[in-house]
């Protein structure tokens, strides 16, 4: 009888360090993260994708973790809530969360802020969404609409929307 492994050994770069694992080849990498790096920040919420509490970044892309097999990581650069900030400084995003009281009891706000920054790399790189009213532009304007249609990803049950969408406008407008 012949037994088919269903583990690989891996290697992931998350928040720049590398991670050697053997692991369960259906193993998400929310899972990796939380269960087996100890990576608790990115949220698992209704694990089918839909609420964005685990958005986390791919090679400055994101996505969720909870859709994403462990697997299909490797080789790619991981970004977490843990690896947004500089050290013991702020990502401007992170400030800005703070600053316009951008959340309430907290769960959401690590997938909120790793959206907002791949939000902001979008537009700067002239990528339209749904809204987008010429998209020809070669840098968007993040105006309300544009910030509310590329945050949509992200769902927030204590409503902290209008805050979200300060934090981030106060971000994009700081860069133009």
């Known amino acids: ?10 290697t992931l770069e998350i928040n720049g360090r590398e991670h050697r694992l053997d692991i369960d080849n259906r193993t998400t990498l929310l899972d990796t993260l939380r269960e087996r790096l100890d990576l608790t ?13 685990c958005t986390v970044l791919l090679d400055g892309r994101r996505a969720n973790a909870c859709l994403v097999l462990a697997v299909a990581a490797q080789g790619r650069s991981i970004t977490t ?10 990502h401007p ?11 309430q009891c907290g769960y959401c706000t690590p997938g909120q802020i790793c959206s907002a920054v791949a939000v902001l790399e979008e537009a700067k790189a002239g990528w339209p969404s749904a809204v987008t009213a010429d998209v020809a532009d070669a840098e ?9 249609e590329r945050m949509s990803g992200n769902l927030c049950r204590c409503g902290a929307y209008v805050n979200i969408v300060a934090a ?9």
């Open 81 to 90: 809530i843990e690896g947004i900030a500089d050290g013991d400084e702020l």
């Open 140 to 148: 968007i304007d993040l105006d309300e609409a544009e910030i509310r």
């Open 41 to 53: 920040g990115a949220k698992k919420g209704c694990d089918h994708g839909q609420c964005g509490a």
């Open 1 to 10: 009888m012949t037994s088919h492994a269903t583990y690989s050994s891996i």
């Open 168 to 176: 981030v406008s106060e971000v994009a407008e700081a860069r133009s």
């Open 93 to 103: 995003v992170q400030q800005a969360f703070l600053d316009h009281d951008g959340l």
